[in-house]
T-cell receptor, first 110, second 110 residues
Framework: AQRVTQPEKLLSVFKGAPVELKCNYS??????LFWYVQYSRQRLQLLLR??SRESIKGFTADLNKGETSFHLKKPFAQEEDSAMYYC????????????FGGGTRLMVKP | NAGVTQTPKFQVLKTGQSMTLQCAQD?????MYWYRQDPGMGLRLIYY???????DKGEVPNGYNVSRLNKREFSLRLESAAPSQTSVYFC?????????FGQGTRLTVV
């Protein structure tokens, strides 16, 4: 079975503060990990994926297989980062099943 | 190029009524998914279809049925709606890594 856990339902920070949204997963094989974001009144959309090792809108995430984590980080939060963030996992042998965590609402205060 | 289109956007049903949520994608993707989004529980997979002609149960399939009518369309049916099925429903399609989401259907069962 594949499972994604986001322990924080709500994360509130001030503008300019560092942000870390936690994601832990359980999966026996080699997973693909993603972060999706849903801004207010918009569709859910891909933010970044671990295989790309990219930085999008200042966000980065590193896959730590030892700790089975894929935390999302940004050194300086902006107000426009306020949104709902979902960590997701696709297992290579899971028939294309894409599993999401419970989501973390990030609020960036001015 | 419309991406993933869901209909309707809003629906109110009485307990016991039936309805079908429609989803269509124009990106020639093989994989399609239905999720429900509930506060504090994130996105939970109801059913998915890895390719035309195949469907599989996700995490919360009870009370739902699906049909992969062709490569473009993947419908979700509630045969006898219950208040517990009040939720926001999202359809998604995927090819390779990124999943694309519809705008959601807000369903209320009274």
């Amino acid at each position: 079975a594949q499972r994604v856990t986001q322990p924080e339902k709500l994360l509130s920070v001030f503008k300019g503060a560092p942000v870390e949204l936690k994601c832990n997963y359980s999966y026996s094989g080699s997973p693909e990990l993603f972060w999706y974001v849903q801004y207010s009144r918009q569709r859910l959309q891909l933010l970044l994926r671990h295989i790309s090792r990219e930085s999008i809108k200042g966000f980065t995430a590193d896959l730590n297989k030892g700790e089975t984590s894929f935390h999302l980080k940004k050194p300086f939060a902006q107000e426009e980062d306020s949104a709902m963030y979902y960590c997701a996992l696709r297992g290579a042998n899971a028939g294309n099943m894409l599993t999401f965590g419970g989501g973390t609402r990030l609020m960036v205060k001015p | 190029n419309a991406g993933v289109t869901q209909t309707p956007k809003f629906q109110v049903l009485k307990t016991g009524q039936s309805m079908t949520l429609q989803c269509a994608q124009d990106m020639n993707h093989n994989s399609m998914y239905w999720y429900r989004q509930d506060p504090g529980m994130g996105l939970r997979l109801i059913y998915y279809s890895a390719s035309e002609g195949t469907t599989d149960k996700g995490e919360v399939p009870n009370g739902y049925n699906v049909s992969r009518l062709n490569k473009r369309e993947f419908s979700l049916r509630l045969e006898s709606a219950a208040p517990s099925q009040t939720s926001v429903y999202f359809c998604a399609s995927r090819e390779n890594t990124e999943a694309f989401f519809g705008q959601g259907t807000r369903l209320t069962v009274v």
